[in-house]
């Protein structure tokens, strides 16, 4: 079936500092990525949509210039927390949707996710 | 993002119960509902998807959907204690985005 890898699965940086996170589709090509923000016992909230190629469409409130999305192919998008702060500590999770829309869960694709703890 | 309104929870079922969680959503034009399990610490997976009214099973999944009280629901029978997690619900709009319930924190008791 359609694989997500994500990368690191947990990160420590200091408060200042910038920290890229990776996405893959392993075995389909991603059309469309998505990344998503959880805190602790919420729910996943849309940070962002990227599509292979061109910018990415930030949400209401999130700050595109302090979260660089970059999807420069089908296969691989990448999240870049800049200036990280420890309000920034999150669950950060990728979701990617592929062309053929894919039967076993419908087309979206997440992965493991990444803990970041900015000390 | 559009609204998701999942019933609060945690909800405790004993082993072998049903468990029954409900979920309603504020945009009319959704067509597609997810159930996703989400285990602490690990990121959801799928249960089920529906896109058509009435119900539809896998196992012992049932997920119901109500378009006209948006409104859409998963059942889970025979509970067994792997199936404590948090549950939830999502709704498909615009350009494939998805918006997330809060979640409903099951317990399943032995």
């Known amino acids: 079936g359609a694989v997500v890898s994500q990368h690191p699965s947990w990160v420590i940086c200091k408060s200042g500092t910038s920290v890229k996170i990776e996405c893959r589709s392993l075995?389909?090509?991603?059309?469309?990525m998505f990344w998503y923000r959880q805190f602790p016992k919420q729910s996943l909230m849309l940070m962002a949509t990227?599509?292979?190629?061109?910018?990415?469409?930030?949400e209401q409130g999130v700050e595109k210039d302090k979260f660089l999305i970059n999807h420069a192919s089908l296969t691989l998008s990448t999240l870049t927390v800049t200036s990280a702060h420890p309000e920034d500590s999150s669950f950060y999770i990728c979701s990617a949707r592929d062309l053929g829309g894919g039967s076993a869960n419908y087309g979206y694709t997440f992965g493991s996710g990444t803990r970041l703890t900015v000390v | 993002q559009k609204e998701v309104e999942q019933n609060s929870g945690p909800l405790s079922v004993p082993e072998g119960a049903i468990a029954s969680l409900n979920c309603t959503y504020s945009?009319?034009?959704?067509?597609?509902f997810f159930w996703y399990r989400q285990y602490s610490g690990k990121s959801p997976e799928l249960i089920m998807f529906i896109y058509s009214n009435g119900d539809k099973e896998d196992g012992r999944f049932t997920a119901q959907l109500n378009k006209a009280s948006q409104y859409v629901s998963l059942l889970i029978r025979d509970s067994q204690p792997s199936d404590s997690a948090t549950y939830l619900c999502a709704v498909n709009y615009g350009d494939y985005k998805l918006s997330f319930g809060a979640g409903t924190t099951v317990t399943v008791r032995a």
């Open positions: 945009d009319r034009g959704s067509q597609s």
């Open positions: 075995d389909f090509q991603a059309t469309t």
């Open positions: 990227s599509n292979e190629g061109s910018k990415a469409t930030y």
